[in-house]
């Protein structure tokens, strides 16, 4: 028989896929596009969110926002859409309209994951300077081995 939640789960990770996939062609979008612009800060947050979250890094969202920003994201892409993007000075007002809405809803979703890739980010760095220091002690080691030799 059809599960609803795992028919959900199947159809959201295609979708990430297919968005991960377009990540490029997302961000030139949203450099290429005035009325755009002021949302690629935070939607190139999420696509960083969305690929953790792919890959099981992060999982601390709930479905309704990942869903709603998946959506937003790929109705961004579609050059078809309400009002279609090759529509000169309006074309992406649409586009604007459906990222607002959606980066709106998703801010404190957006701050959580924020906080949470800044903290994964300085445990690397502290690992990465702890190991480091163990080289040195090790190598500082080796050196006075041999020259005790």
């Known amino acids: 028989m059809f599960n609803k939640k795992t028919d959900k789960h199947d159809a959201l990770v295609s ?7 377009q990540e490029d062609k997302l961000k030139e979008k949203l450099e290429d ?35 709603a920003g998946v959506i937003g994201a790929i109705y961004t892409l579609n050059p078809i859409d309400l009002i279609p993007d090759s529509i000169p000075f309006i074309g992406y007002v649409d586009d604007a309209l459906v990222l607002r809405f959606f980066l709106k ?32 002690s090790n190598t500082k080691n080796s050196t006075d081995i041999q020259k005790k030799s």
């Open 33 to 67: 596009n005035s009325y755009l612009e002021p949302f690629s800060d935070d939607l190139m947050l999420f696509m960083s969110l969305i690929k953790d979250y792919y890959k099981g890094d992060y999982r601390k969202i709930p479905f309704k926002t990942i869903s």
């Open 15 to 21: 979708n990430l896929k297919h968005l991960i996939g």
């Open 105 to 136: 809803q998703a801010k404190k979703d957006l701050h959580k994951y924020k906080a949470w890739k800044q903290e994964q980010s300085t445990s690397k760095k502290e690992e990465q300077s702890t190991s480091k220091k163990e080289e040195q």
